[in-house]
């Protein structure tokens, strides 16, 4: 069945006059009162025709009246189909565009309004894959979404062994959505080992803050490294890095990896 296409509605959303700056501007979000009336049948979570005040055609959307966000675009073609190979082709572009500019061996796959599927996650720990659902929207498709995930990365050798969920930011009960975590499919071992930047880490996709580890920072952390690295051929003194809210101890881990003389890391958190 086609997901997608099974979840659009004939309802349109009219925006008042003056409203949708910020769609406008490339944005993807629209608040509760900048909507002017809502014409049609529709539940939570369809997708549905996005309009200006006198008719200019805005795109499509999901719609969540629970939510100050009560629309999260999905495109601004307003002549976009809504099937599964529109789901199809936002997975394809987030995953050639990650090959195309950073190591895929642990990434970020897919990074919410950033890849044009707002609120959802995707990160990939070598074999495995995390995933966090934020909007009620994406919610019904993100299954989907990670079987199409699943056989594009298939056909680049990548066999993907487990996925699990970690829906449970306190930001889902906004979305009127409870908080989960799990398998998606069938079970699996859950211990996860990765290598980042010449750096190993042992993931804990089930109980670590936010998806286990933060991906998004790999680039933050390449750079401590390097600027350690730097500091430590141009200058005889000691490098001494004190790594804040360490969690993994990431950052540290890089400075030491850099030639950092002394690093030291601390957090709050026992499971730190």
Request: hydrophobic share 40%.
């Amino acid at each position: 069945m086609d997901i997608l296409s099974s979840n659009v509605c004939d309802a349109v959303v009219t925006l008042k006059k003056g409203e949708g700056r910020t769609l406008k501007a490339g944005g993807s979000w629209i608040y509760d009162n900048e909507i002017d009336k809502i014409d049609g049948d529709y539940q939570d979570g369809n997708v549905l025709k996005v309009e200006d005040f006198d008719g200019y055609p805005m795109g499509w959307g999901f719609i969540n009246t629970k939510s100050r966000i009560q629309i999260r675009m999905l495109t601004r073609d307003a002549n976009a189909v809504m099937d599964d190979e529109f789901l199809y082709r936002r997975v394809r572009a987030a995953w050639d565009y990650r090959k195309a500019v950073i190591d895929t061996s642990s990434c970020r796959v897919i990074f919410g309004e950033a890849d044009f599927l707002p609120g959802l996650v995707i990160d990939k720990y070598e074999d495995v894959l995390v995933v966090e659902s934020l909007a009620l929207g994406i919610d019904v498709l993100k299954e989907r979404i990670v079987d199409i995930l699943k056989e594009i990365m298939l056909e680049d050798g990548i066999k993907i062994r487990g996925v699990y969920e970690r829906s449970d930011a306190k930001v889902r009960l906004k979305e009127g959505m409870e908080r989960t975590k799990g398998f998606i499919g069938a079970e699996f071992d859950t211990a996860v080992q990765i290598t980042e930047n010449g750096v190993r880490y042992n993931v804990d996709i089930v109980n670590g803050q936010k998806t286990g580890f933060f991906l998004d920072q790999k680039g933050n952390r390449m750079a401590i490294q390097e600027l350690c690295r730097r500091l430590n051929s141009s200058t005889d003194k000691r490098i001494s890095v004190l790594d804040c809210f360490t969690h993994t101890g990431s950052f540290a881990l890089n400075a030491a990896v850099g030639g950092a003389t002394s690093v030291e890391a601390v957090d709050v958190s026992e499971l730190a």
